[in-house]
């Protein structure tokens, strides 16, 4: 049994019958340009030829609901074409209904209100922190709040201030 190589080496290259500008960058100058002529060129093909493409999808699948819809459909089943119409119908009546009484509920009338304002003490008493607290918080620019398991304000650190400890 003899030994065959499978890998052939090309000796003369004049034989690939290779473009010039494979090998020679300087024949490749402008690549933003190529590649900008490439994305007007694909945006000329989808404005010109996809609303083609998409008119004849739209007249194959027409035929296809015609011929199930209108010719082999029986005219008293339950999905006959004047039954499907007579849903829609029904549906956008409905949706009409709704819409109409949602409008005579609700037209004029704005019942969103502003949160009614509360003092320090309150808003103190609800995160069960001292008043002094409360003042620092909402004069810091960057605030970090650290709570326990239950969900209480454990403490609060303040730009880069030490932490302070809540007490209870």
């Not at 035929?63 to 829609?88: D, E, F, G, R, W």
């Not at 004029?108 to 607290?133: M, Y």
Request: charged share 20%; hydrophobic share 45%; proline share 3%.
């Amino acid at each position: 049994m003899t030994n065959v190589n499978k890998y052939y080496l090309i000796e003369d290259e004049s034989k690939l019958e290779l473009p010039e500008y494979i090998d020679r960058p300087e024949y490749v100058r402008n690549k933003s340009m190529g590649y900008s002529l490439q994305i007007v060129g694909w945006f000329i093909f989808m404005w010109l030829f996809m609303p083609v493409i998409t008119m004849f999808f739209w007249w194959v699948e027409g035929k296809t609901i015609y011929q199930q819809m209108v010719i082999q459909a029986a005219p008293n089943s339950q999905l006959s074409l004047m039954n499907i119409i007579a849903m829609i119908a029904i549906f956008i009546c409905v949706l009409l209904l709704w819409a109409t009484y949602n409008w005579a509920r609700f037209h004029g009338e704005d019942r969103r209100r502003a949160p009614l304002a509360i003092d320090e003490k309150q808003l103190a008493s609800s995160f069960k922190v001292n008043t002094v607290d409360i003042l620092n918080m909402q004069l810091a620019k960057n605030l970090t709040l650290y709570y326990d398991e239950q969900g209480k304000l454990e403490f609060f650190e303040v730009n880069h201030q030490l932490k302070k400890r809540i007490s209870a």
